[in-house]
């Protein structure tokens, strides 16, 4: 593997040190993981301590095989393991083989996904996983869809086409031509309280800013209460605001909880709204067969936002965008001379730039193409199904017990809930549970999630692992119990 050979090309000695290459390191990889625990433990002084390098760029390179000493050292053994049953903190999931293989081809070709010239067979299959994944969801031939960088940046692909929709057809103002409408200031976009930070980043964004978010009150299931929300858009009314669309949660981020999508869209056609779903959590649940009726109500969204690198395990990034009718993707597009010429579209060439936020564009659709079509449906709702039913496990345990509190019943996977300190301690409860929580993280190598509920610091399971058992979490239960 010398410093001569840059790509890999057809020439022998470049195929050769491709091969080797790759094969060292998914040999260092394979021997990273005889550390079985989901993080080694070091603490952020001694990490930085650890990796500091004075020198990114030193005079003389040092070559493959001691660069790859140096990863094998200092870099493989501290990356916390998603794929541990010890790893359970955030909707940060195990990545399915097959697409860690998908993910070389990606990068070995790297074709990009703003033009058809640049990434012609890629473009082609992006264009046939959006049709399956628009019928998945019980869209009609009318929509479309576009790959993303994640689900904020499909949160905010959808609300964009959602205001720009509202001015357009509502107001008669074109945002894309003419900016935001002398009279922005009173737009008003509606989701829960516990909806995701990317509402109101999107509304900065768009240039509303965060006073353009209602936060709707939950119900004691943290769903959206669509009684108050109901009263928040009468109200703004009748003080002159211009409630444009409900940005439903599929999923909530802590709690996995699904607003309810048939009463917002009634509510949102009564008052000529979009309706939005953000599903990065949930748009898992539709490969259940036993659960993908939590979700049917995503058909009736104006738009989706759903996350591959969340519930269905596939490598970051890898997210979607879609749209129930394909026309309101007119607010992306933008022709260059050098780029998308109209005269090539007239002729068959599809240029994904067109719907997208980015220009250069990873071609992750491989991803989902491989897996789906490598697991099928059997498959699929088998993974799915495992982390729904180990959820309702822990929360059953966890119900019987009278020095737990459980937040909610969980919709999808995620379990919230708090350890109530031993009778006499001395301790209160939020610092027993933080301090539970980082001694997990630097002691035992197992990595679990912590948020506020209803003021009170609260511990999170989020179950994206299907390799999880009812037996692990019993005993990682045990444990935790053990450390109050
Ligand atoms: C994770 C999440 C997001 C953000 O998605 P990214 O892929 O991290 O950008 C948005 N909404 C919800 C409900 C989420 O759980």
Not at 45 to 53: D, K
Not at 198 to 222: F, I, Q, R
Not at 385 to 413: G, H
Not at 444 to 461: A, D, P
């Amino acid at each position: 593997m010398s410093a001569s050979n840059l790509f890999l090309t057809s020439g022998t000695a470049d195929k050769k040190a491709y091969v080797e290459m790759m094969g060292a390191m998914v040999d260092a990889i394979a021997s990273a993981m005889d550390h079985p625990k989901a993080y080694a433990g070091m603490g952020p002084y001694e990490l930085r301590a650890a990796v500091h390098t004075d020198e990114l760029l030193p005079e003389k390179g040092c070559g493959f095989e001691a660069i790859l000493e140096e990863v094998k050292a200092r870099i493989l053994p501290n990356l916390v393991r998603p794929m541990s049953t010890d790893y359970m903190a955030h909707l940060h999931s195990a990545v399915l083989m097959e697409s860690i293989a998908a993910e070389l081809v990606i990068a070995t070709f790297n074709q990009s996904m703003d033009s058809w010239d640049q990434a012609p067979v890629a473009t082609e299959i992006e264009v046939e996983v959006i049709r399956n994944l628009c019928k998945m969801y019980g869209y009609d031939e009318n929509s479309d869809g576009v790959f993303t960088s994640g689900g904020s940046q499909s949160n905010l692909s959808g609300l964009l086409l959602a205001r720009d929709w509202f001015c357009n057809e509502k107001c008669g103002h074109d945002v894309k031509k003419s900016g935001l409408p002398a009279d922005f200031r009173k737009f008003r976009m509606y989701s829960s309280e516990v909806a995701h930070f990317s509402m109101e980043k999107s509304a900065h964004l768009m240039g509303m800013g965060y006073e353009a978010v209602v936060k709707v009150p939950v119900d004691s299931n943290m769903r959206m209460d669509v009684a108050k929300l109901r009263e928040l858009i009468e109200a703004d009314i009748k003080a002159g605001n211009k409630p444009f669309c409900v940005a439903a949660t599929v999923g909530t981020t802590d709690f996995g909880s699904i607003d309810p999508l048939a009463e917002l869209r009634q509510i949102c056609d009564e008052y000529g709204m979009w309706l939005h779903a953000d599903a990065a959590y949930g748009s898992g649940v539709v490969m259940s067969e036993k659960y993908a009726h939590r979700v049917a109500g995503l058909a009736k969204c104006d738009s989706i936002t759903v996350d591959f690198h969340k519930m269905f395990l596939l490598p970051i990034s890898c997210s979607a965008s879609l749209i129930r009718d394909k026309r309101y993707f007119d607010a992306l597009t933008i022709h260059a001379d050098y780029l998308n010429r109209e005269e090539d579209e007239e002729d068959g060439y599809i240029n994904l730039v067109n719907k997208s936020m980015q220009t250069t564009r990873r071609f992750d659709a491989l991803k989902v193409w491989i897996s789906f079509r490598m697991r099928g449906r059997d498959g699929w709702s088998e993974m799915i199904t495992k982390c729904i039913d180990n959820a309702d496990y822990f929360y059953s345990i966890l119900k019987k017990r009278d020095d737990v509190e459980v937040v909610v019943a969980p919709e999808i996977s995620s379990v919230v809930f708090r350890l109530l300190p031993v009778p006499g301690s001395s301790e209160d409860a939020d610092t027993m549970n933080k301090r539970i929580r980082r001694k997990l993280l630097h002691h035992k190598g197992v990595v679990i999630g912590q948020t506020v509920c209803n003021g009170n610091v609260c511990l999170k399971f989020t179950l994206l692992n299907p390799l999880q058992s009812t037996a692990k979490l019993d005993e990682l239960l045990d444990l935790i119990l053990s450390l109050r």
